[in-house]
């Protein structure tokens, strides 16, 4: 859409600025890309604010129309709002995340809460929501297609789950609880911050028995910057403490620093966290009853692939049966090795890492030093073109002279097996100061229809991994591996989406299902072949190195899957409690635990009072981690029962998954996919939980 004449000339700033500022222009770029070298900080506010005022001019214009509410009048009109706001953002939020700087962050700082202004003025604008209602309640007159019934079904309950069904006074009380949730959840995590970093474990010299040399100097930092120079000092911090139980010699010291770490806002001091996380699940479950929900978990549940608590039940507490007797083997093992050494002792918690350490050298034996060579980032990247490829026939050519994100990035032009060009991906992978941490996949601009068009998607991966240094190319670690090859899976899902409308939906718990599935395919010896190459002798990797890579899978499974199941299931137990919901945390807990059947050798993933997750975003969520296990691992099976490049599970996947997603129900979907609903059994197999009893 072009710019609203009536704004431009409304304002003669606004058209001054509109004279030089990208965002207010045509982009006049190869495949129509962001032009980022024009693009400077200056421009981001002013295309904000036209950007908005644009939105709102649109949305009043569909309030006021005066016809009777249709689908397109109200819906598409919706859709089709806010085109400027929607190109500024994209390109925005991108930079933010992958080449940010003083003023981007300062502008950050400065739209965001217009933003979040902006967004509620619609989702609670009553005007509007009455006409989206109309055309909701009058559906079967519009013969709606398939996509359009769920892109209205969608907006309309986005609308009634903000409350735009309730009267005025319990509309009040709705938004009493968000602000004293927001208090409180922020209050929840700085407490957390608090604690981990109030904490430190100081030793001297004989504490550091078999801590690697790594460690040992960074702890020797922590200590000198805590004022105890000539000390070691070991945190509640994931990259202190973990590295720290798999290999300190110290019994003693593993457990006080484990203790620290599981009782973090659990010391009944000013960051305690009990109280707090109390009074947010009482809160939550107090409005999911008033918007018409049974629990929390429902309220959250329901647009989501697992729809209602049952089944995430039934998934969860399959694999725990599973799991525990597996974790109970791993006990059983770890304490030969305890009796074998002497040590006259019970096999503790904070005793797992440390012996797992041992068990894992035991039987696999796999270093990653040996991995490295034959996973140079240029040949990983080669590696996973072509298996986009073999899939789906789809090319993927270096654009030169092309409009870039960051000079470091890379763009490539995504044609069809035919021709056709598909969208732009870019490639942006080395860590800088400019980047936030890990990786991600993003979008510059999404793919729609328009006018019977296709708006072609420009997508980016960015990662921070492993750079060159000196003569040596970047030489990635089997993780780096498996992440690139995941957010390659992000960036096919946008590519290949044909969706009509820019909103989609995508169910929160299939998000990852097109990532993790890519990789499978990052691990199978036919792909190894092809891409694992010696960086200096060309040769492919070892059989020999492929089969303890694949053999290294179940090591400590039972563990890790008991760990996030128990953790799982605690998210679950605390929000299917209807209100009002009264309870004692640390009771609770323990209890739960105990019903469970938690074996006293494993402490739950999170306990309650640092569970970041379950207040931030992950409420009735952690489960989503499983979740997405199980649907790759079943996708992924269909695959392999035909061949892992078979063309015709290859078109089925991209036509019912990559195309449709956020278009229709993801169950829907995966059935139309797979011929039936996702199995657990290709999971179980995978984690070697199969054929688990002792
Ligand atoms: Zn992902």
Redesign the pocket.
């Known amino acids: 859409m072009g710019l609203s004449l009536l704004v431009l000339n409304s304002c003669s700033k606004n058209k001054k600025a509109a004279t030089d500022n990208p965002f207010l222009n045509d982009y006049n770029t190869p495949f129509n890309v962001p032009p980022f070298e024009r693009i400077m900080a200056k421009h981001y506010m002013p295309a904000f604010e036209i950007g908005m005022t644009e939105a709102r001019a649109e949305i009043e214009a569909i309030i006021r129309d005066r016809q009777e509410p249709d689908f397109v009048n109200t819906i598409e009109a919706l859709d089709k709002s806010g085109d400027l706001l929607t190109r500024v953002s994209s390109v925005f939020f991108a930079q933010t995340s992958a080449n940010t700087s003083d003023s981007l962050q300062n502008i950050e700082v400065e739209i965001s809460p217009k933003l979040a202004a902006y967004s509620d003025e619609i989702r609670l604008n009553p005007r509007l929501f009455e006409k989206i209602k109309y055309v909701y309640d009058n559906q079967p007159k519009y013969n709606l297609s398939e996509e359009q019934q769920f892109l209205l079904e969608n907006l309309y309950k986005g609308f009634v789950r903000n409350g735009a069904n309730l009267g005025k006074e319990e509309q009040d009380s709705l938004k009493s609880i968000n602000q004293r949730l927001s208090v409180l959840s922020v209050k929840f995590s700085q407490n957390v911050l608090d604690e981990t970093n109030n904490y430190r474990l100081f030793v001297d010299k004989d504490g550091l028995a078999g801590l690697p040399e790594s460690l040992i100097s960074g702890a020797a930092d922590v200590a000198k910057a805590s004022g105890q120079e000539g000390k070691w000092a070991f945190t509640t911090q994931r990259p202190s403490i973990f590295p720290f139980l798999q290999y300190s010699e110290n019994r003693e010291l593993r457990r006080e620093l484990f203790n620290a770490y599981t009782n973090r806002g659990n010391n009944g001091n000013e960051y305690d966290n009990n109280a707090i996380f109390a009074e947010i699940i009482k809160l939550r479950a107090e409005r999911a009853s008033l918007l018409g929900y049974k629990t929390h978990s429902h309220y959250v549940l329901e647009p989501r692939m697992a729809k209602v608590p049952e089944n995430v039940f039934s998934l969860l507490n399959n694999l725990w049966e599973r799991a525990v007797p597996v974790a109970r083997n791993e006990v059983v093992d770890m304490q030969k090795i305890i009796d074998r050494e002497g040590g006259k002792f019970k096999l503790e918690p904070s005793d797992w890492w440390y012996y797992a350490e041992k068990m894992r050298k035991q039987k696999y034996d796999l270093d990653d030093s040996e991995l490295r060579p034959y996973f140079e980032l240029d040949n990983v990247r080669d590696g996973v073109f072509y298996c986009a490829n073999k899939l789906f026939g789809i090319k993927f050519t270096p654009i030169t002279g092309c409009s870039l994100p960051h000079s470091e990035a890379r763009a490539f032009e995504v044609k069809e097996a035919d021709g056709t060009h598909i969208g732009v991906l870019y490639m942006d992978f080395h860590p800088r100061d400019s980047k936030r941490q890990g990786a991600w996949c993003g979008t510059y601009r999404s793919h729609r229809m328009l006018d019977g068009q296709s708006v072609t998607p420009v997508v980016t991966v960015v990662g921070n991994f492993t750079r060159p240094s000196g003569d040596l190319p970047a030489l990635l670690s089997m993780d780096e591996v498996s992440t690139l090859f995941?957010?390659f899976g992000?960036a096919l899902d946008a590519l290949c989406n044909r969706n009509t409308y820019s909103q989609t939906f995508v169910a929160w718990d299939f998000?990852?299902l097109p990532?993790q599935i890519m990789e499978h395919w990052a691990t199978e010896p036919e792909v190894l072949n092809i891409y694992a190459k010696h960086y200096i002798t060309g040769e492919p990797i070892p059989a020999s190195l492929v089969n303890k890579l694949s053999k290294s899978r179940y090591f400590n499974q039972g563990f890790d899957n008991v760990e996030i199941l128990a953790a799982s299931l605690l998210d679950m137990a605390y929000y299917t409690l209807e209100a009002p919901v009264n309870i004692d945390i640390q009771n609770f807990e323990k209890e739960f635990f105990m019903k469970t059947g938690l074996i006293p050798e494993i402490v739950s993933r999170y306990r309650s009072t640092y569970f970041l997750h379950i207040i931030d975003g992950y409420d009735s969520g952690y489960y989503s981690y499983t979740w997405a296990a199980v649907l790759d691992n079943d996708a992924f099976e269909a695959f392999k029962e035909k061949g892992i490049f078979d063309q015709s599970v290859a078109g089925s996947y991209r036509k019912n998954i990559l195309e449709k997603n956020g278009t229709m129900d993801a169950m829907q979907m995966y059935i139309n996919f797979r011929g039936h609903e996702p199995s657990i059994e290709p999971l179980l197999k995978n984690r070697g939980l199969l054929q688990a009893t002792r």
Do not use: G
Request: charged share 35%; hydrophobic share 15%; aromatic share 0%.
């Open positions: 995941h957010e992000h998000v990852e990532s």
